[in-house]
């Protein structure tokens, strides 16, 4: 029993199987847990509203998220015509299950030209995201293969996809079997040149930038609300 202004804890240990197969359980599923607590003299309870509570287990599964800044974010100090632009795009997996051919889309404002020199990015670097140290990409058989290229395809105008490759290599298509792994995280800039013709943009116009985060794997996302920033520039 609990006395008046009492608190008691009971701990449980469960293990979810598979109730068919026994196994354990596929990748990307959300376990809900709930809990009522209950007493004889039910009536007397001045407050029922706290009588039950509820927790939310993910299995392991992916979440790659994406965030997109310029260097000269929002009205101030803004953007002129035919002035240079340089975004940084960070990407990574904070999920607990590691995500292989990942790629970025990036969308451009009518008027932003692409500037970036043509395949001839340096490699990118992975860092732990909670402590910052150097961590390394892997192919899908888990072998380290040190830091990848960054190299754009151009689907259309306006429209970029940016794909990891395999250091050393000509392949400019993406690399399917470079693997992220979990909680980690890396970025690299895009350069962008502001058109000259004040008809297609005018001083003041908005300069929008999406970039959208997707991968070529099976990996299962619990959350996609973080896969997609967009960076606005006066």
């Known amino acids: 029993s609990l006395t008046d202004s009492e608190v008691g804890t009971i701990l449980i240990t469960l293990q979810a199987n598979d109730p068919d197969t026994d196994l354990p359980l596929a990748p990307g599923l959300t376990l809900t847990n709930n809990v009522e607590i209950l007493f004889s ?12 509570d509820s927790a939310d287990t993910h299995t392991p599964g992916a ?19 035919g002035e240079s632009m340089i975004y940084t795009i960070t990407f990574g ?5 590691d995500v292989c051919g990942v790629y970025v889309t990036d969308t ?14 340096t490699s990118v670097s992975l860092t ?17 293969i040190g830091n990848p290229d960054v190299y754009y395809i151009e689907n259309g105008v306006g429209d970029y996809k940016w794909v990891l490759v395999t250091p050393g290599t000509t392949n400019n298509t993406g690399d399917t079997d470079i ?3 979990r909680n980690s995280q890396a970025s690299f800039d895009v350069y962008a040149t502001i058109t000259t013709d004040s ?36």
Request: proline share 4%; hydrophobic share 30%.
């Open 199 to 234: 008809s297609i943009k005018a001083e003041g116009d908005f300069v929008i930038n999406t970039a959208t985060i997707g991968e070529d794997s099976t990996a299962v996302e619990n959350l996609l609300d973080n896969n997609t920033d967009t960076s606005t520039v006066y």
């Open 41 to 52: 003299n039910i009536a007397g309870d001045l407050d029922t509203s706290n009588n039950e």
């Open 93 to 97: 997996n904070s999920g607990n299950e």
């Open 179 to 181: 693997c992220l792994p």
């Open 63 to 81: 979440d790659l998220f994406i965030e997109k800044t310029a260097n000269n974010e929002g009205v101030l100090p803004g953007v002129g015509l």
């Open 128 to 144: 732990d995201i909670t402590t910052g140290l150097p961590v390394s990409f892997h192919d899908s058989s888990g072998f380290n």
């Open 108 to 121: 451009f404002s009518t008027g932003l030209d692409e500037a970036s020199p043509t395949n001839n990015f």
